[in-house]
């Protein structure tokens, strides 16, 4: 835009160091308390070892996130798309206080979760995927992001809502979500409908979702566990 002036001004320009910019474009991050490691059993015997992710590891994983996008089954292309850019913006300090984690089965990537604090009281769920099928590594996902919100850093509701049909029967149906009437309530994730678990909710139920339906639990990884992950093996392509 542009009026003119109402007074003489000795510097008819004046510039800006972008780094005076960026405060205003990105805001303060808030100090969230880290995810602390677990583990959980898997179906074949096999621990999936969940982490938070590294920043500086966000380069690593865009390659393999890209390649989701031509994969064309079980909308890993949206969610893909979705990741992808929810990474960058992390990355790029255009995403607000949201935190990532993923998982790995001996060091290779299994699984990812991600989220995001909108307000002191309300998280919002963004994403999980699995990179190993059959193994209930996303539901696990999911709920270590999910007790992590709750347990550690204070949540009052999670906000969720689902691209695939498999999300949906693994969370929205898995954790008998309620959701707010729709269209009065969106989700920040194309509009779509809000499910939504409380903090008594999940104390009351949800916390035995793992238990009851994936037939597992989180635990402190053991050094064996901890040893066989210490190093992050990216898959070449997304075989899912
Ligand atoms: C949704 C998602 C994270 C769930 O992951 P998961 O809990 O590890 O479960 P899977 O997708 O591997 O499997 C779902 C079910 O279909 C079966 N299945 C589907 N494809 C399979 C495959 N290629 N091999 C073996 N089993 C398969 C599984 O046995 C499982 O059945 P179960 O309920 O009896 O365990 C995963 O499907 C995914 O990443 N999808 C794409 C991204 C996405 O939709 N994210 C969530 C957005 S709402």
Redesign the pocket.
């Known amino acids: 835009m542009w009026k003119e002036v109402p007074e003489k001004v000795s510097q008819e320009k004046i510039t800006f160091d972008v780094r005076e910019l960026e405060p205003i474009l990105s805001g303060p991050s808030l100090k969230l308390e880290p995810y602390k490691p677990e583990m959980a059993k898997l179906?074949d015997g096999s621990y999936l070892y969940i982490r938070p992710l590294k920043k500086e590891e966000v380069p690593l994983l865009l390659p393999f996130v890209k390649k989701?996008l031509d994969?064309d089954h079980?909308?890993?292309d949206?969610?893909?798309a979705r990741v992808y850019a929810e990474l960058l913006g992390w990355y790029r300090n255009r995403l607000k206080d949201p935190y990532f984690m993923i998982g790995t089965i001996n060091g290779k990537l299994a699984?990812?979760a991600n989220a995001r604090v909108m307000n002191e009281d309300i998280h919002i769920s963004l994403?999980?995927?699995?990179?190993?099928?059959?193994?209930?590594?996303?539901?696990?996902?999911?709920y270590a992001k999910t007790k992590y919100a709750f347990e550690v850093l204070g949540a009052k509701e999670w906000w969720?809502?689902?691209?695939?049909?498999?999300?949906?029967?693994?969370?929205?149906l898995g954790m008998a979500q309620p959701s707010y009437p729709w269209p009065d309530v969106q989700h920040e994730l194309g509009g779509a409908k809000v499910y939504y678990i409380t903090r008594q909710y999940w104390d009351l139920s949800v916390k035995e979702y793992l238990k009851q339906l994936?037939k597992t639990e989180l635990e402190e990884p053991t050094p064996e566990v901890i040893e066989a992950n210490k190093e992050l093996i990216i898959p070449e392509n997304p075989v899912?």
Do not use: C, P, Q
Not at 127 to 142: E, P, T
């Open positions: 179906k989701l994969v079980d909308f890993y949206i969610v893909g699984g990812f994403h999980s995927m699995a990179f190993v099928r059959g193994l209930r590594v996303g539901a696990i996902m999911y969720a809502t689902y691209e695939s049909y498999n999300g949906f029967k693994r969370w929205g994936v899912v």
